[in-house]
């Protein structure tokens, strides 16, 4: 991973970029990074805030041969990756299911997985991780400061990028070989271990509706098991999770 690098000092999205690159024919693990971003995406439509020069953004383009339905489990691959990073350079980084990855309860990164897929066959699949490096309070928009962070912020000192980017996608390769060789098992256990989600009271919202109960699990292929406060359990694939304060 990381070994082609495309290095931009402004895109609009790198997951853009790398999608478009990938349609052109670019190989499995190719990577594209941007000193700033000026229309950075994030999850369900949402934009990702991307000052230059201090953070982390970029793309990975993976050609895993796996059935479409087993893509996010490519989320989980990275969310495992960042957060053993983050813990490496010394804070206590957790997973909130799906794939945002947090210090002390605030959001210091997010992935973004977009796929193109036939039915039977995913062509490629662009995973784009955004951390938060540099970016100190006065960054961050407003309404983000109460729920953003970033590795400086939480270490009280200035974060080394580019070391910082070779120890996560070391690492991030690392989980992706021992995940296209061995299967999910490995990933999701070391998500379980990695998670603040699990065994909490949450609200989960996804695009058709909204349910309550405790986060019991994730199911082989990612899903989070929910068990409602009548006794259900529900599957959620996708969706945004906030976890209530008992
Ligand atoms: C989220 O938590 O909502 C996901 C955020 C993903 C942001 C990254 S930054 C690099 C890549 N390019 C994008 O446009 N988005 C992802």
């Known amino acids: 991973l990381g070994r082609t690098i495309h290095h931009h000092e402004s895109l609009p999205s790198t997951n853009e970029k790398a999608f478009r690159l990938a349609q052109d024919g670019a190989r499995h693990g190719e990577v594209?990074?941007?000193?700033?971003?000026?229309a950075g995406k994030g999850r369900r439509g949402r934009t990702w805030v991307s000052p230059p020069g201090l953070n982390l953004y970029f793309s990975a383009i993976l050609r895993p041969g796996l059935p479409p339905q087993r893509a996010p489990e490519l989320t989980l691959?990275?969310?495992?990756?960042?957060a053993e990073s983050l813990r490496d350079a010394g804070v206590?980084?957790?997973i909130k299911w799906p794939n945002d990855v947090h210090i002390d309860g605030l959001k210091v990164a997010g992935i973004l997985t977009e796929l193109s897929a036939e039915p039977e066959r995913v062509h490629f699949v662009i995973v784009g991780v955004g951390v938060n490096l540099n970016s100190q309070?006065?960054?961050?928009p407003?309404?983000?400061?109460?729920?953003?962070t970033s590795l400086s912020l939480a270490l009280g000192q200035p974060v080394h990028r580019a070391r910082f980017a070779a120890s996560l996608?070391?690492?991030?390769?690392?989980?992706?070989?021992?995940?296209?060789?061995?299967?999910?098992?490995a990933v999701r256990a070391r998500w379980k271990a990695l998670s603040s989600t699990l065994g909490q009271d949450v609200l989960v919202r996804t695009d058709r509706h909204e349910l309550r109960g405790r986060a019991?699990?994730?199911d082989p292929s990612g899903a989070l098991l929910v068990r409602t406060a009548e006794g259900s359990l529900e599957r959620v694939l996708a969706?945004?999770?906030?976890?209530?304060?008992p």
């Open 92 to 94: 206590e980084a957790a």
């Open 32 to 38: 594209v990074v941007a000193e700033q971003q000026t």
């Open 77 to 82: 691959v990275a969310a495992v990756a960042l």
């Open 169 to 185: 996608w070391t690492r991030l390769e690392e989980w992706l070989d021992l995940y296209l060789d061995t299967g999910f098992d």
């Open 137 to 140: 309070v006065e960054h961050f």
């Open 239 to 245: 969706g945004d999770v906030e976890q209530l304060r």
């Open 142 to 148: 407003e309404e983000l400061r109460a729920t953003a």
């Open 216 to 218: 019991e699990d994730i």
